[in-house]
Nanobody, 115 residues
Framework: QVQLVESGGGLVQPGGSLRLSCVGS????????MRWYRQAPGKQREFIAR???????NYADSVKGRLSISRDNAKNTVYLQMNSLKLEDTAVYYC?????????WGQGTQVTVSS
């Protein structure tokens, strides 16, 4: 079955960096676009980045220039490099893949930006 396992979250000061990882299994990883979402306390889950099967990225406007998504198909892993972190980046970050007929989600990894 499809499984997504995120890691790399933690506590970081404003302006700091983190790299999140998500390992996928149970599906042909290289054949699927992969996405990252986040959910801040009291808010809806929001899309932040996608990487195509060919490695082409696209981003939500709120994170352009600070976050970078990439993938390593040999490791079945998608990454989210997060730079210049802000207080408002505090959220649980989720990895996502859509494999017909449904979305699959990881368990999430907490990112807390605080001084």
């Amino acid at each position: 079955q499809v499984q997504l396992v995120e890691s790399g979250g933690g506590l970081v000061q404003p302006g700091g960096s983190l790299r999140l990882s998500c390992v996928g299994s149970g599906f042909a990883f290289s054949s699927y676009s992969m996405r990252w979402y986040r959910q801040a306390p009291g808010k809806q889950r929001e899309f932040i980045a996608r990487v195509s099967t060919g490695g082409n990225p696209n981003y939500a406007d709120s994170v352009k220039g600070r976050l970078s998504i990439s993938r390593d198909n040999a490791k079945n892993t998608v990454y989210l490099q997060m730079n210049s972190l802000k207080l408002e980046d505090t959220a649980v970050y989720y990895c996502n893949v859509y494999s017909y007929p449904r979305d699959y989600w990881g368990q999430g990894t907490q990112v807390t930006v605080s001084s």
